[in-house]
């Protein structure tokens, strides 16, 4: 699997709310963008950063986003 990024979980019921929109865009419709992105990504645990423990970041409701090696 190829690490893509860390993200707040999307499967937390309170994930729309950390959508980020673009100028003009309503949350609706960044939920829905986002939704998007996300079809064929593989969710799993985050990614260690300089500043965040994987278990940090867990603690944080974030998860890694991934794809199958190309």
């Given at each position: ?45 985050p990614?260690a ?6 278990e ?15």
């Open positions: 699997m190829k690490f893509l990024t860390n993200t707040f979980n999307p499967n937390n019921k309170d994930a729309r709310l950390y959508t980020v929109r673009e100028e003009n865009q309503t949350l609706d419709e960044a939920w829905k963008s986002y939704q998007r992105f996300l079809q064929g990504k593989i969710i799993g645990l990614q950063m300089s500043y965040h423990t994987v940090e970041l867990v603690s944080m409701n974030m998860v890694g986003l991934y794809t199958e090696n190309e």
